[in-house]
């Protein structure tokens, strides 16, 4: 019997332009899963107000998981805000360690220091789509001034405060310990006990902190990007596109989709 699917997705630099956040290219493909009645879940760093407005240009009708797994959002939350599902910690509280991190010497920047022109410099976002980015509940995203050890023990120590510090395509964001890849698992054990059927899950990123969402689906895709791909732990079911953002989306999802019609793809767990 054929699964249901659930297609996870990363935004930038993976549905989006990682230049100008553009997904004409993924519209192809977008459709097809549309007719099929296949969830396309946002599994992303961004904001809740970035993604709610992405889902209404986009024409998404789905659930939302934002800023690394902190946070799952109903596909109607534009309306009301409201969480299915809350895995991360409070800004407030991650702003509160980074002012101790900065008193142990440790030298960066982010979101919270940075005026809404400087915003749009680092993100090249437009001046409505930075203030949307700006709205952030659970992470801080970073530019980190030093080098690779320092870098290191910054995370180190993030870590042994109760945070995490993930690197994505531009910025390390700390957050809460949570990843994309819990979330995805909560929101696939919510599908499944609502379609009472057994889900195979797909998902698609080009980032490290993408790894943990890419180990916990059952079919896992590298969107190319400018260096190499992070290792995964796993070898079966991992796909790699050939061409970067919507273009290798669009592709490997066109793939996928004839895989799984065909019943070569399976449940690993």
């Not at 599902?85 to 142990?104: P, Q, V, Y």
Request: aromatic content about 8%; glycine content about 6%; charged content about 25%.
């Amino acid at each position: 019997m054929t699964k249901h699917l659930l297609v996870f997705t990363d935004m930038d630099g993976t549905l989006l332009d990682h230049d100008d956040y553009s997904w004409d290219a993924a519209k192809p493909a977008l459709a097809e899963l549309q007719k099929a009645e296949v969830p396309v879940i946002c599994n992303t760093s961004k904001t809740f107000h970035e993604v709610a407005g992405l889902h209404r240009q986009m024409n998404i009708k789905a659930p939302f998981i934002v800023e690394n797994g902190s946070a799952i959002y109903p596909a109607e939350a534009h309306k009301s805000e409201e969480t299915l599902h809350i895995n991360g910690a409070k800004r407030a509280d991650i702003l509160r360690h980074l002012a101790k991190m900065r008193e142990k010497g440790f030298e960066f920047s982010g979101f919270n220091d940075w005026t809404q022109a400087q915003i749009i410099e680092h993100t090249g976002l437009n001046e409505a789509d930075a203030a949307k980015s700006g709205q952030r509940d659970f992470s801080e995203p970073l530019l980190f001034n030093g080098n690779t050890e320092q870098k290191e023990e910054f995370i180190r120590l993030t870590e042994s405060a109760g945070y995490l510090a993930l690197q994505g395509g531009r910025f390390l964001s700390v957050q809460g310990q949570c990843d994309k890849g819990v979330a995805l698992k909560w929101l696939a054990q919510k599908y499944a006990q609502q379609w009472q059927a057994e889900v195979l899950t797909i998902a698609l990123g080009d980032s490290e902190n993408d790894v943990a969402m890419l180990e916990a689906a059952d079919v896992a895709v590298w969107i190319k990007r400018d260096k190499a791909a992070p290792q995964l732990s796993r070898t079966e079911q991992v796909f790699f596109a050939t061409e970067k953002g919507p273009v290798g989306w669009n592709q490997i999802m066109a793939h996928l989709l004839q895989l799984h019609q065909s019943g070569k793809l399976k449940t690993l767990r």
